[in-house]
C-alpha cells in the first residue's frame, strides 16, 4: 500500500510517500480501506520529534481516518464488512490501509461525506473526554476554549452551543473571531489584541466561566486561574505556550478550583471505547440532524501531505485539514 513516512525529525518536507505492506489486523480489530485522513497537531508534534507513537503501535502519522472495513473482526463491536466508519486510531491514518480497534470505529454519520466523517474521531473523542468528562461541563454552565480556531477549538465551540452553554473562546486574528463567533462562540477574544482575563471578567459580571479548555500552558496557567469562577475547572490538553507556569496555590485552596489534564493517545482500547459509546449516544445524533458540523478548511491529496502540515505549521487553518485518498 501507499502510505507516508516521516524520514527524520524536522519540517513537512521530511513526510514523504513510501510503499508498506498492508497491516494485519488482530482480534477485536479492523481493516479499514482509507478515503480520507485527518490532519492533527499530535502528527506535527510526531514529525518534528517530540511526540513519537507509543510502543507497538504504527510509526506512520495519522490519528484519525474514514473509510470501508475490509477485513478482520468487526463482528467485535456489532460491525459489518463493508461499513461506512470513522475511526481514532493511535497512528498510521496517513496510508490506503489502516488497523483500527474496532471498539473505536462509529459510523459515518447520515449526510457527512468520508471527508467530514474523517475530521471527527480525534476532535470528537478529545473534546468529549476533556470538556464533559473531566470538565464536567453541566447545564448552565460556561466555557472559555484557548485556540478557538482550531480543530479542537471549533469542535468545542459547536459541540458546547449545542447543548446549550455559552462559550467564549481566543482566537489570533479579528478574521478568526468573526469565523467562531458564526459557529456558536457567544464572544470571541482576540488574544494578541485583548487580555483574555480581563474580557472574560467583563463578559460574565467578573465572575469568571465554570470550565477552561486550554491547549497553551506555560504563562497562561496564573491567567486562566484568574479566569475562572469560584469552584472551576482548567483542563488542560496541550502546551503550546510551555511545558512549565507558576500559580498561586492560595487561589486554588481558597476559590475550590480544580486543575486537570489528559492526553488520548496512549489510553487502552477500553476507556476510548466507553468514549466512542457516549459519542454514537449524545453527538452523533446531532451530526446526522445536521444541528452540528465538523468545521473543513482544506483538502489535500494523500501524496501532497507536506502542504498540509506547511498549511498548519503556518496557523493559518480555521477547523480542520483533512487528506484524501483515491484507491
Not at 471498539?103 to 476532535?123: F, R
Not at 486562566?224 to 500559580?247: C, F, P
Not at 440532524?289 to 507536506?306: D, H, M, N, R, W
Amino acid at each position: 500500500m501507499k502510505a507516508i513516512k516521516i524520514t527524520q525529525p524536522g519540517g513537512p518536507e521530511v513526510l514523504c510517500l513510501t510503499d508498506r505492506p498492508t497491516p494485519v489486523p488482530g482480534p477485536g480489530e479492523v481493516l479499514i480501506e482509507v478515503a480520507a485522513a485527518g490532519v492533527n497537531r499530535p502528527d506535527v508534534f510526531q514529525r518534528q520529534g517530540s511526540y513519537p507513537p507509543p510502543a507497538g503501535v504504527s510509526d506512520l502519522p495519522g490519528l484519525e481516518i474514514a473509510g470501508h472495513i475490509v477485513g478482520g473482526d468487526p463482528q467485535s463491536a456489532g460491525l459489518r464488512l463493508g461499513d461506512e466508519v470513522c475511526a481514532l486510531v493511535a497512528g498510521g491514518g496517513y496510508a490506503q490501509y489502516c488497523v483500527a480497534p474496532a471498539a473505536q470505529c462509529l459510523p459515518v454519520p447520515q449526510g457527512l461525506s468520508m471527508i467530514e466523517a474523517a475530521a471527527l474521531p480525534e476532535t470528537y473523542f478529545t473534546v468529549w473526554s476533556n470538556v464533559f468528562d473531566r470538565g464536567q461541563l453541566s447545564p448552565g454552565e460556561t466555557l472559555l476554549v484557548h485556540g478557538g480556531a482550531s480543530g479542537i477549538g471549533t469542535t468545542a465551540i459547536t459541540l458546547a452551543h449545542a447543548f446549550g452553554h455559552t462559550v467564549y473562546a481566543t482566537a489570533g486574528s479579528q478574521d478568526r473571531v468573526q469565523a467562531i463567533e458564526a459557529i456558536g462562540c457567544t464572544k470571541g477574544i482576540n488574544y494578541r489584541t485583548q487580555d483574555f482575563v480581563q474580557e472574560i471578567h467583563g463578559l460574565t459580571d467578573n465572575r469568571g466561566v465554570d470550565v477552561i479548555l486550554d491547549m497553551v500552558a506555560g504563562d497562561y496557567l496564573p491567567r486562566n486561574l484568574k479566569a475562572l469562577a469560584d469552584d472551576g475547572r482548567l483542563v488542560m490538553i496541550a502546551q503550546l505556550g510551555g511545558a512549565h507556569g507558576s500559580m498561586n496555590c492560595w487561589q486554588v485552596m481558597a476559590r475550590r478550583l480544580t486543575i486537570t489534564g489528559s492526553t488520548l493517545r496512549s489510553r487502552p482500547v477500553a476507556f476510548k471505547a466507553a468514549i466512542a459509546q457516549a459519542l454514537q449516544q449524545r453527538v452523533w445524533p446531532l451530526l446526522s440532524a445536521g444541528t452540528i458540523k465538523p468545521q473543513i478548511y482544506a483538502t489535500f491529496p494523500l501524496v501532497e501531505a507536506s502542504k498540509a502540515h506547511a498549511m498548519m505549521d503556518a496557523g493559518e487553518q480555521i477547523g480542520k485539514i483533512v487528506l484524501t485518498l483515491d484507491n
